[in-house]
């Protein structure tokens, strides 16, 4: 099973931590909508042999698309490839463009699945981020969409200058009243060249702590667990039977296509990835040109990319996937650099499988990189 992942590159305006490809300005929509369809078309034949389970339309904001320009796309996907009979159709959204007309409409289509971008439940924090919606949108959307889809996730971010642990807590509570069955959760991270990398060296906002961070996030597993979810990866955390089947689907390696500006690909050996530009990709798509760029992964970093992959989830690391795929060196390797990890409790090796414990996971991309490889030869 493959999944196919559609960039929508517009936002209503800029949060002040994101460094994703969007454009504020909506003069050329209908000309991307007619681009990112002609891009489904033409890259048919690369997934002559798939069948699709998921399509998956982030962003940017897809929910400022028209339902009829998601439709197209949906239609286009679906007149060009090989489509499981109820695959997962997410559309990602923000609480400002959920009113219950929209919702209604969205559900009447093919979607069902909405990932809204909640971010926190508090004016201030909200305001601080320069999110679009409001404190009271953000809970009344889920409360309406919770009426008409089963498959909601919500977005949560922790570690943000001001949130006390009582706030925070308070944010994953108002999630857990509203029985939504997805949580996905990230800790504040400052971006080079985003506003607010530039309002921290001014001084404006304090710099994110740490230890407030990594304290948040203890408490969110902590209490979702308690809960019921599964902590199945670093930052996200499901019901039995809500996982979210696109990004399970990168974390295990399955290909997937990336439509639209600045969309990566991987077919298993190669990953490629679109131009960074609204003009440049329209203006490719009209002459009926890939605006893409390609690379063969190397052992190397193949290796690299599933230790980084497996160690966030539950999944974990296979040991005879290393060694089947790297060899007996590469598994001795592996071995030998995750000792002091194992010995302070941070990783953990059951049924031949490696592991971040929850002592471990919070830093487990730090993990990951002291156990890459980084001379291995082709």
Known sequence: ?????????????????????????????DEMVLALAKEIRLRKDEFTDETVETIYFGGGT????????????????YKNYNVVENPEITVEANPDDLTEARIIALSENKINRLSIGIQSFYEEDLKLMNRAHNAEEA???????????????????????????????????????LNIPH?????????PKTALQQFIRQGIVPQPDDAVAHEQFLMLVDTLEANGFVHYELSNFGKPEYFSKNNSAYWLGKKYLGIGPSAHSYDGINRSWNVANNAIYIKSLAEDKLP????????????????????????GVSLERIK????????????????????????????????????GKFFCDGIASDLFYLNLEE
């Open 1 to 29: 099973m493959s999944g196919i992942y559609i960039h929508i590159p517009f936002c209503k305006q800029a949060c002040h931590y994101c460094d994703f490809h969007f454009s504020t300005s909506l003069k050329k929509k």
């Open 62 to 77: 897809p929910s400022i698309l028209e339902i009829s320009d998601l439709k197209i796309l949906i239609d286009e996907v």
């Open 139 to 177: 809970k009344k959307c889920l409360e309406i969409a919770t009426k008409y889809f089963d498959n909601i996730t919500a977005d949560l971010i922790y570690g943000i200058p001001g949130l006390t642990n009582e706030k925070w807590l308070q944010n994953i509570q108002t999630l857990l009243d």
């Open 183 to 191: 949580i996905s959760s990230y800790a504040l991270t400052v971006e």
């Open 292 to 315: 893409s760029e390609i690379e063969t992964l190397t052992q190397t970093d193949r290796y690299n990319e599933y230790i980084m992959t497996g160690l966030r989830t539950v999944w």
């Open 324 to 359: 089947t795929e790297f060899g007996e060196n590469m598994l001795h390797y592996l071995l030998q650099n995750a000792e002091r990890y194992l010995a302070d409790e941070k990783l953990i090796l059951e049924n031949n499988i490696l592991c971040t414990t929850k002592k």
